[in-house]
Every structure is written in structure tokens, then in C-alpha cells.
């Protein structure tokens, strides 16, 4: 078996857990908004985000079902990460997300590392847990660039509207207004949307962020 092999089959191993955790974590059935008011889903250490980020609709892999992605376990990954997060299973998938990175190690494709800390960063921001969330999501930020056009984008504007809500909470407002402009820039459909989950994370007017 050769190290990529290997790795891969740890990081199977692990996705096999979140699989079975991603429609029964904490926080409750699966919801298909795009953002929303979030509740207390910590141990009674962290309080909920203001403002959850979430995916809008399941990933779409693309025309040819993901064809050019980089490995196959990347697909699954993000699947099981955009179902999780829309169940609101915070709690249950951050730790999950951890396994999989510390179980990729140097046979795994790296693009299954990004989408990991991609997914550890939203479950923690959206469980309250914002410097631990914009440590993951600055990581992960650098390695989307190996990916094809449409999934790419998919996660870039989630990634980036994860940054914008975490820099927000964190009243670092200049970052958290350079991410919107970024986010708005990649989706000018989705500006207003934008605008209003930068004024519910940064308790500002939504005319503030007009643009």
C-alpha cells in the first residue's frame, strides 16, 4: 500500500464517523437556509454566533460530477460537511473535522485538508468559537486556489462570508468590511444578503455596509 493509499483509507476511516454523526449531532433537523439567528449549541462554554453561516443548497460538484476534482475522498468531504452544517450539527462535526485532519497526514491529497479546516472553521464560528473559527478559515483560504472553477467558487464565497461574520464578532469591522467587498465581488446577486449577515454579526446598520 502506497502512503497516499494509506492516508487515504485514514481519512475514509474517519469520514465513516461523520457519516454516521453528520443527520444526528446536536441542533436539530436539516435546514436549507443560507444564514439564520443562531442559538447556544456549545457545552455551556461558548454562546452561538449572531449570525450562523451556512450553505445555501448541497455542493455541486460541477458539470462532470467532480471529475476534476482532486481526489475523490475531497467530494465526500465537502458533501458530508455542507449536510452536517446544515443540520446545525456544530458540536458533533468540529471534532470530526479534526480526525480527518490529523489522520490525513503526508499520503493524503492536501485538498481534503483544506476542506476540512474549511468545514472545523464554519462548525466552530457558527458554535460561537470565532478565533479558533478565523485560525481555520485563514488557513484553509490558501489552498482553495488548486481547485476547478465552479467548486472553487462555492467554497471561496462560503469561506469568505465565514471571515467576514468571524472578523465582525470580533469587531475588527475594516477586515470584516474587506471580506464583504471580496464576497460581493465573487456573487453581485447575493450583495444585499451579504450586507444583512455583516449588520446581524456586527449588531450595525445593514445601511452601514450599503454599497
Not at 436539530?28 to 443548497?57: C, F, M, R, T, W
Request: hydrophobic share 45%.
Amino acid at each position: 500500500m502506497t502512503a497516499k493509499d494509506a492516508g487515504r483509507a485514514l481519512v475514509m476511516a474517519a469520514l465513516l464517523a461523520v457519516a454516521a454523526g453528520a443527520c444526528g449531532g446536536p441542533g436539530g433537523g436539516a435546514d436549507g437556509g443560507g444564514g439564520g439567528q443562531g442559538g447556544s449549541n456549545g457545552q455551556g462554554q461558548k454562546q452561538g454566533a449572531a449570525i450562523e453561516v451556512l450553505p445555501a443548497s448541497s455542493f455541486d460538484p460541477g458539470p462532470n460530477g467532480g471529475a476534476n476534482l482532486p481526489e475523490p475522498t475531497f467530494l465526500i468531504v465537502v458533501k458530508e460537511c455542507y449536510a452536517a452544517l446544515r443540520a446545525r450539527s456544530f458540536d458533533a462535526l468540529a471534532p470530526k473535522m479534526t480526525a480527518i485532519i490529523e489522520s490525513a497526514g503526508a499520503g493524503a491529497d492536501s485538498g481534503v485538508v483544506v476542506a476540512a479546516r474549511l468545514c472545523r472553521g464554519l462548525a466552530n464560528l457558527n458554535d460561537g468559537a470565532l478565533a479558533e473559527a478565523a485560525r481555520d478559515l485563514d488557513t484553509a483560504e490558501g489552498g482553495l486556489g488548486a481547485l476547478p472553477g465552479d467548486p472553487k467558487h462555492q467554497l471561496e464565497l462560503l469561506l469568505l462570508r465565514g471571515q467576514m461574520v468571524a472578523s465582525a464578532g470580533r469587531q475588527r469591522l475594516g477586515e470584516a468590511s474587506a471580506f464583504l467587498g471580496r464576497a460581493a465581488a465573487l456573487a453581485p446577486g447575493q450583495a444585499a444578503q451579504l450586507e444583512q449577515e455583516l449588520a446581524a454579526a456586527s449588531g450595525a446598520s445593514p445601511s452601514r455596509w450599503s454599497r
